[in-house]
């Protein structure tokens, strides 16, 4: 079933991965939202994985946790930061999740004892997911990346579906962009158009002629080039737009795509009107992240540090803290593992120049012992803290040992023999029948104290936010904990489970249980992030 009038955005990529698709989908749904446009957009993902929650980062970056607790493509993080659009579950699919759609009903017996086959049983369930966002929702636009390359054998089902939707509606519903690169030979600095071109090529041989070529270059391309690839990709010269590298900041991508006409140019193919662009939230964010006034220094401490992407929403909602709060953010990314074969003054050397430090989210042992250290110095020496998820945990395990005088304090997870397991599984602390499941996923409510920062922080009773663990604070230890000190501002209302946590007397030392970087944006910092970043400005000015 569709509805009557979105029109249908279909994103592919060629030459190589890694061009920037997700940015840019996200840019253009933030220009057409500023035309005055309902826009949404869908990941789908051709690896057989159901989700990315069972994925290394090393394999895949972020995962990316949605409101209703699907464990999603960091794209997805993209697409709610830089646009209004709402995402759940059915904004992300991958072929392990159609497969086991289809297979599901084969065994149900739905086919009636026909052949079931990739075409059209596959692609027809690639097309529903399609066509229920855009039926759900009153959409104009309904932007779908394909990821990969194309020319990839996993994402052949994909575009042919794509390819069937638009000899479905024809071409005022659906818009074909491909983005590829136009590589620069260094040596020469000639520009070439041959991978595009075979490029174009391998999208045709499947039956998709793409509208319009997002060129990934390093400058803009000449007319002579656009003619060039106009002629050989069968596209309008005009619809040939240069993506250029911007080395600044992804925040300026809308701009750089709007300069180049990719919105108009968009709106035109629809037949559409261009109204006035207007964003102007966005503008004031980049205003601010283009003039700081000062600078602040936050080390984030974790194991995967040498990866781009493993922390991506941590690093954008620290840098929308730091713009909320006029500064430019200097980053230090600390691999946990490193500190733990450094003594006290190596500590103090490493952190003399860091104004916050942020532990954040992660799973298994490596580098544990390296976070407890720092948490225990950032609490000793009065450095503002920001814990997330195991960054909570851990700064539990610290104060249950270092404080609390709890022995061998531990999680669980690193540690079952611990005599003092102050982070544990539900299950082994006979609560789980009242979560009903083992892995907190999702957003859930979290109540906050009178009295406590956090409150004041977020300057409400209780607010909702976004979960990814198993393992929670041990709740018998709560009294010990309270006495020695530790303040437990959030919890959820219905179990008593601990949400956040705070030292008072501390120039800033938070943990929440819960992700909060996944729900800041740049024209809504999170407020936590914007607080923390505040005290760490403050603790600078007073070195
Ligand atoms: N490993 C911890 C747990 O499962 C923390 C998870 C996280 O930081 N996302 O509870």
Redesign the pocket.
Known sequence: MTDKKTRFIFVTGGVCSSLGKGISTASLGLLLEGHGYRVSAVKMDPYINIDPGTMSPYQHGEVYVTEDGAETDLDLGYYERFTGAKLTRKNSVSTGQIYFAVIERERRGDYLGRTVQVIPHITNEIKKRIYDVAAEDDLDFLLIEIGGTVGDIESVPFLEAIRQIRQELGSRRVLNVHLTLVPTITVAGESKTKPTQHSVKELMQIGIIPDLLLCRTARVLSEDMRTKIALFCNVSERNVISAIDIKSSIYEIPYMLHSNGYDEIVLEHFGMEKNHLEIGEWDKFFHAFQNPKRKVHIAVVGKYISLQDAYRSIYEALLHGAVANEAELVLTRIDSEDIEKKQKAGLKALFQKIDGILV?????NRGVEGKIMTIGHARKEKIPFFG????L?MAVVEYGRNVCGLERAN?T?FDPTSPHPV?SLLEEQEIIEKMGGT??LGAYECQLREGTRVRTVYGQESVMER??????FTLKYRDAFEKAGMVFGGTHPKTGLVETIEIPGHPWFIGT?Y?PEFKSKPTSPHPLFRAFIKAALEAGKAK
Not at 360 to 364: E, H, I, N, R, V
Not at 388 to 391: S, V
Not at 467 to 472: A, G, K, L, P, S
């Open positions: 954040p989210g992660g799973f298994g997330i998820c195991l960054g945990q999680s997870e982070i892995m907190r979960h990814r663990h198993r393992f929670e249980q992700h």
